[in-house]
């Protein structure tokens, strides 16, 4: 059974870190690019950050700077490290992934409360 899931979601004030990770199971890891993405509420759906099949990562112009996403193919695990979070960082966070070939193929965890604030 295919499964992504979340975990590490938090509230925390502004300035403040935060790591987020993702666990998957059932399927090849290796042969999937993994992302996250974020949805604020009242907002649509937004591309956080990637990293490859081949550690290649990229960012949205948004969390450039301050967010590093990581894989660990032995662990099958992606993760998400925040820093400098602001309230505008403050959404729903999910697990993303897509087959480096067959963009078809993809799946989403159910996501993680990420609240920046005061």
């Known amino acids: 059974q295919v499964q992504l899931v979340e975990s590490g979601g938090d509230l925390v004030q502004p300035g403040g870190s935060l790591r987020l990770s993702c666990g998957a199971f059932?399927?090849?890891?290796?042969?999937?690019?993994m992302s996250w993405y974020r949805q604020a509420p009242g907002k649509d759906r937004e591309f956080v950050a990637v990293?490859?099949?081949?550690?290649?990562?990229g960012y949205a112009d948004s969390v450039k700077g301050r967010f590093t996403v990581s894989r660990d193919n032995g662990k099958n695990t992606v993760s998400l490290q925040m820093t400098s979070l602001k309230a505008a960082d403050t959404a729903v966070y999910y697990c993303?992934?897509?087959?480096?070939?067959?963009?078809?193929?993809?799946?989403w965890g159910q996501g993680t409360q990420v609240t920046v604030s005061s």
């Open positions: 059932g399927f090849t890891f290796g042969l999937y690019d």
């Open positions: 993303n992934a897509r087959h480096y070939l067959n963009t078809n193929s993809a799946y």
């Open positions: 990293v490859n099949i081949n550690q290649i990562t």
